[in-house]
C-alpha cells in the first residue's frame, strides 16, 4: 500500500542566505571605536597628569 502520489503537488523554495561584509562599513566602525579608545586615554592621562597631583 503506497501512498498516492499523484495527486498531491508539492513545491519547496529553496532561499539562500548570504553574509554581506562591507569593507567601508567595517572601516568606518573601527575608526569610531579606535576614536572612542584614544579619547578614553586622553581622559585618563589628563586625571594621572593634573588631577591626582593636586590632592
Known amino acids: 500500500m503506497e501512498p498516492n502520489?499523484?495527486?498531491r503537488s508539492i513545491e519547496v523554495?529553496?532561499?539562500e542566505v548570504?553574509?554581506?561584509s562591507d569593507s567601508s562599513l567595517v572601516a568606518?566602525?573601527?575608526i569610531k571605536y579606535a576614536a572612542y579608545i584614544i579619547i578614553i586615554f586622553g581622559l585618563l592621562f589628563f586625571l594621572v597628569k593634573y588631577v591626582f597631583p593636586m590632592f
Open 13 to 15: 523554495e529553496r532561499t
Open 28 to 30: 568606518s566602525t573601527f
Open 5 to 7: 502520489t499523484k495527486d
Open 18 to 20: 548570504h553574509k554581506k
